[in-house]
């Protein structure tokens, strides 16, 4: 059965997009449980931060000010990188969707692989049918801003 690998999005933060830094795995190889696919570089994420806002409350006479906790999600830059691995048995690369260095986007599918062998991809296959594989995902050497 063929499925699609996309860049998983799970993660400390909200992440939104990145760039593949390397494949382990090339075309036509075998890849079995627990081996590196690629990884992948996400330098664009959206966080959630605890800030205080202080709010002026007028009242007769006098104005008093308060502070509130509130958490705000505010776009930041840094780098979260993350080696994308397999979580099947066995597994068969059929193409390479996003060379190294390209840009990629979180939930966007960076490759096909099948679990049986023979099975060909079709040159007019649309991703959308295909199931996406689920990946285990590490986090190496995480800077933040």
Same mark, same amino acid.
């Given at each position: %059965?063929?499925y =699609? &690998?996309?860049?998983?999005?799970?993660? @400390?933060? /909200?992440? $939104? +997009?990145? /760039?593949? #830094?390397?494949? /382990?795995? !090339?075309?036509?190889?075998? &890849?079995?449980?627990?081996?590196?696919?690629?990884?992948?570089?996400?330098?664009?994420? %959206?966080?959630? =931060? *605890?800030?205080?806002?202080? +709010?002026?409350?007028?009242? @007769?006479?006098?104005?008093? =000010?308060?502070?509130?906790?509130?958490?705000?999600? =505010?776009?930041? *830059?840094?780098?979260?990188? %993350?080696?994308?691995?397999?979580?099947? @048995?066995?597994?068969? %690369?059929? *193409?390479?969707?996003?060379?190294?260095?390209?840009?990629?986007? $979180?939930?966007?599918?960076?490759? &096909? $692989?099948? #679990?049986? !062998?023979?099975? +060909?991809? !079709? !040159?007019?296959?649309?991703?959308?049918?295909? @199931? $996406?594989?689920?990946? +285990?995902?590490n986090?190496?050497?995480?800077?933040?801003d």
């Amino acid at each position: %059965m063929l499925y =699609r &690998i996309e860049v998983p999005g799970d993660g @400390p933060q /909200h992440l $939104v +997009a990145g /760039h593949v #830094t390397k494949w /382990h795995a !090339a075309e036509g190889e075998v &890849i079995g449980f627990g081996e590196d696919i690629l990884d992948v570089v996400i330098d664009q994420f %959206m966080a959630l =931060r *605890r800030t205080k806002r202080a +709010a002026l409350l007028a009242r @007769p006479g006098r104005r008093v =000010r308060k502070l509130k906790n509130e958490y705000d999600l =505010r776009q930041g *830059r840094g780098e979260v990188n %993350m080696r994308v691995t397999s979580s099947e @048995p066995q597994l068969h %690369m059929r *193409r390479i969707l996003i060379p190294e260095g390209k840009g990629v986007s $979180v939930g966007e599918p960076v490759a &096909i $692989v099948s #679990t049986e !062998a023979e099975e +060909a991809v !079709a !040159a007019d296959v649309s991703l959308d049918d295909l @199931p $996406v594989l689920r990946v +285990a995902t590490n986090f190496i050497g995480d800077e933040f801003d």
